[in-house]
């Protein structure tokens, strides 16, 4: 679709300046989808996001400055009621445990830069022998 994020190009962003966001917590908007992790114990499933850079869902991006975190926080619940009426239809509109699901957006607060993608490595499967044995 176009206009949409997480499909397609995407913008280019510059090394982040550390120092600017030192302590201040930006509300982002993210595409969440449910990714196949493998096949141990009859398949598992791990949730990654992209950062969503559509100029629609940029806007929605604020820095609030160091001690405003619970302003933060009201700020994501705002942006992700005005996800879940305006971009999380149709398809983005299925759970992400549904097989149909194309994912959905979410509002999400970080501790300093927020990251392009999450998780940054993809998930690895481990078992431990121990309790369930």
């Given at each position: 679709m176009p206009g949409r994020p997480g499909r397609g190009g995407s913008l280019r962003i510059g090394e982040p300046d550390a120092r600017r966001h030192e302590g201040a917590p930006p509300?982002?908007?993210y595409l969440v989808q449910?990714?196949?992790g493998g096949p141990e114990e009859g398949g598992w499933?791990?949730?990654?996001g992209e950062l969503c850079t559509a100029p629609e869902l940029t806007a929605f991006g604020t820095t609030f400055p160091a001690g405003h975190e619970d302003r933060a926080v009201r700020m994501a619940a705002e942006v992700q009621a005005h996800l879940d009426r305006d971009w999380n239809?149709?398809?983005h509109a299925r759970p992400l445990s549904s097989v149909l699901s194309a994912g959905r957006y979410a509002a999400q607060v970080h501790d300093g830069w927020p990251?392009?993608?999450f998780p940054t490595e993809r998930p690895r499967y481990e078992w431990r022998r121990g309790a369930s044995d």
């Amino acid at each position: 679709m176009p206009g949409r994020p997480g499909r397609g190009g995407s913008l280019r962003i510059g090394e982040p300046d550390a120092r600017r966001h030192e302590g201040a917590p930006p509300c982002t908007v993210y595409l969440v989808q449910r990714l196949y992790g493998g096949p141990e114990e009859g398949g598992w499933y791990y949730e990654a996001g992209e950062l969503c850079t559509a100029p629609e869902l940029t806007a929605f991006g604020t820095t609030f400055p160091a001690g405003h975190e619970d302003r933060a926080v009201r700020m994501a619940a705002e942006v992700q009621a005005h996800l879940d009426r305006d971009w999380n239809v149709a398809d983005h509109a299925r759970p992400l445990s549904s097989v149909l699901s194309a994912g959905r957006y979410a509002a999400q607060v970080h501790d300093g830069w927020p990251p392009l993608a999450f998780p940054t490595e993809r998930p690895r499967y481990e078992w431990r022998r121990g309790a369930s044995d």
